[in-house]
């Protein structure tokens, strides 16, 4: 019984001292547990603020970058500001010299007209070799506006037969012809041989020609060449009654048919009575690239021979008492009246 008794006891400390061992392990692998979590913790919270600190310093560095870029385009935008005043300045200046050419342009037109209206007569001496260089046929579209250009360089002036279909079509030449001084005349409306036709088309082709003329710059041509030269008593007539007188040529260029400036430029020069000389009036046509290559070369060639360049208007006023209706002129000397 006391034996059993011990027995009972010694159990029971060995199975509260199991237990109590049992426990300990138990709260070892709790405390291990835990420990090594809170270890975790703290390692994944030094990284988060290890990536939080790189994260920022990119962002200040970005900032910083954006600063400077900021800092360096408004200094170029104050750079362009600065060469916009510029600019505008001279845009300003440039305005200014337009509109000082724009006047003296107009001033010297209106000198121009009034020197015409007090007669020609007066402002060529009797010495001064006078010659008028014509063009037929135009205006050429591109042709007579480089021709134009080129005269207007050297400060002479010409006589624009011009057909009335070219100058319906562009009036805008015809308004810088005779805003440029140069002489605007009839060549038919479409370059019919007028000795052919009936009297109704014969009128027709003067009449739409003037028409064209009279709507682009406000006045009616005062004289013809009809097309070809071509003319009869009847075609006189009609001309005539419409107070138109019919201007030719003494110098033939013959600028359709070679369209070669050197052949051109010959034929005007030649020797003799076919050539220029004074009072000649000199057959061309604008609507040749050769020809404004050969008129340049002429044109440069009679200034150096110190010749004035004129007008047929002006020739005929300087030299042979003003244009008479019905008349035929070839130069200033040469003319004869209806036959
Ligand atoms: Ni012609």
């Not at 300045?89 to 037109?109: C, F, M, P, V, Y």
């Not at 020197?115 to 042709?143: C, E, I, R, S, Y």
């Not at 003329?213 to 008593?233: C, E, H, I, T, W």
Request: glycine fraction near 8%; charge should be neutral.
């Amino acid at each position: 019984m006391e034996q059993k008794e011990g027995t009972r006891v010694n159990r029971r400390l060995l199975i509260g001292l199991i237990v109590s061992l049992l426990l300990l392990a138990a709260a070892g692998v709790a405390g291990g547990v835990a420990f090594s979590g809170v270890l975790w913790y703290q390692e994944q919270m030094d990284g988060l603020t290890e990536s939080n600190r790189q994260t920022v310093e990119e962002l200040q560095k970005r900032l910083e970058e954006l600063q400077k870029r900021l800092e360096e385009t408004e200094a170029q935008l104050a750079q362009a500001r600065e060469k916009q005043a510029a600019a505008e300045e001279k845009a300003a200046e440039i305005d200014g010299l337009q509109r000082q050419i724009d006047s003296l342009t107009a001033q010297l037109e209106e000198a121009r007209k009034g020197l015409a209206a007090a007669g020609v007569k007066a402002a060529f001496p009797k010495d001064a070799k006078l010659v008028a260089l014509t063009f037929d046929d135009g205006p050429g579209k591109t042709t007579t506006p480089r021709l134009l250009d080129e005269l207007k360089r050297r400060g002479v002036r010409a006589t624009f037969f011009v057909l009335g279909v070219n100058a319906a079509r562009y009036p805008d030449l015809l308004k810088r012809m005779d805003a440029e001084g140069h002489a605007i005349a009839s060549h038919s409306w479409s370059h019919k041989n007028l000795t052919t036709l009936s009297d109704d088309a014969l009128q027709q082709e003067l009449d739409r020609c003037a028409g064209a003329v009279r709507q682009a710059v406000g006045y009616a041509p005062s004289l013809l060449r009809p097309p070809g030269g071509n003319f009869d008593a009847r075609v006189l007539a009609a001309v005539k009654a419409k107070g138109l007188s019919v201007v030719n040529w003494s110098v033939d260029t013959k600028d359709w048919k070679s369209r070669e400036k050197t052949a051109v430029v010959e034929a005007a020069f030649q020797k003799g009575m076919y050539g220029v000389q004074n009072g000649s009036i000199v057959l061309m046509h604008d609507v040749y690239d050769s020809t404004v290559e050969a008129a340049v070369e002429i044109v440069d060639r009679l200034l150096s021979d110190q010749y004035i360049l004129v007008t047929v208007p002006e020739l005929l006023q300087a030299r042979a008492g003003g244009a008479v209706p019905g008349r035929v002129y070839y130069s200033s000397s040469r003319f004869k009246d209806a036959v």
